[in-house]
């Protein structure tokens, strides 16, 4: 019997009761952490997104992409809250003077900044 393509290419195949299955094996993907915004995309990819989500487990790109969607949302959160803490005069005298306001001007500001981030990068 002639040789096919795949074993050809150096493939090989596996007896599963009458059939032959070949012998498939991902390559090796670097770990990359992957983040809690990075976690937040892979659950919407599951869910919504299923042929992007399988697209890039076949291919092995999956854990780099959330790794680079994960940077990205967090560089965006923390350039935000920093803007918004900057033009709403929310500083380190502010926290002195009144813990509680303080505390209260930044959860709010924190909360905008997630919603933002949310809605561009990890929701789209």
Not at 1 to 27: A, H
Request: include cysteine; charge should be negative; charged fraction near 25%.
């Amino acid at each position: 019997m002639e040789k096919t393509i795949f074993e050809k290419m150096g493939g090989t195949y596996e007896q599963q009761g009458d059939y032959l299955i070949p012998c498939l094996t991902l390559s090796a993907e670097e770990e990359k952490p992957v983040g809690i915004w990075g976690q937040r995309h892979l659950r919407y990819l599951k869910t919504h997104r299923k042929i992007t989500y399988m697209n890039l487990l076949t291919i092995g790109k999956l854990n780099s992409y959330l790794a680079d969607i994960n940077e990205q949302a967090e560089n965006m959160f923390f350039g935000l809250v920093k803007q918004m803490a900057e033009r709403e005069d929310v500083s380190e005298t502010l926290k002195a003077d009144n813990q509680m306001e303080w505390v209260c001007r930044m959860n709010n500001i924190r909360s905008r900044a997630t919603e933002i981030v949310n809605n561009d990068i990890i929701y789209n």
